[in-house]
Each structure stands twice: as structure tokens, then as C-alpha cells.
């Protein structure tokens, strides 16, 4: 059985109409992306793209916190802020106006590079 790609979506619109919309269809009882309630889960949901970077979204996101972004995205095109990440190695996107503390929105930048056709992978 082959492992199916991870998504990868042209901006946070598109990944949520297309992946966040229909799971709350399916399973309105999920308060994470990945329908657990606790523990860390790195795994990648789905890539976006924000200011022509692309950005990991973790399965343990939790799916209130993609709906505040998401009505963001409706008043404004940045609802985002990238900050630097604990350590200082990488980037992460935080929701405008969210409070940092509890996060449950795991959402970091990626080390994917451009392919020669101006894609980050070949499943886009």
C-alpha cells in the first residue's frame, strides 16, 4: 500500500475550504486535525503558502484555532505573524491577535526549496 503525499495547498484559503471544511464535516467531534486529545504529533497535515514560504501544519492543531484564522483570512489577507520559534532555529506563524500561550496552533516553516519548475514538491 503506498503513503498518499501530503498536501500541499496554494494559500491558507485553499487549505481550509479543502481539508479543515469537509474533516469537521466528517468528524464535527475532532478537536484536533488529527482527532486525538492530547499528546504531540509533529506529523504534517498539509503545506500552505504564505508570503511565498511554505509552511507545515502539524496534526495536532487544534481545529478552533484554524477557524479563528480562517475568519481572519476573511477581513484581512494578514492574519498571520511569523515569529521566530523557541530555539531561535526556525519560523512560526501565529494568529493575529491570539494570545501565545496556550499555542494549539503548530503551524512552522518549512525547509522544502523551490524545484526548478518553481514548485515546492512534486505533488503540487
Known sequence: MSKSPTP??????AFYAESVAPLKTKHPDYIRLDGKTDG???KAFAYFK??????KIDADTYVEKLDIAWLMVKETNEPFIIRPTRDGK?????IVGEPLAPKRFYVYQTTRKKNKNGHFG???
Request: aromatic share 22%; glycine share 0%.
Open 50 to 55: 504564505y508570503q511565498d514560504q511554505l509552511w
Open 8 to 13: 500541499i495547498f496554494e494559500d491558507y484559503q
Open 40 to 42: 504531540s504529533n509533529r
Open 122 to 124: 512534486r505533488y503540487q
Open 90 to 94: 526556525s519560523k512560526c506563524l501565529t
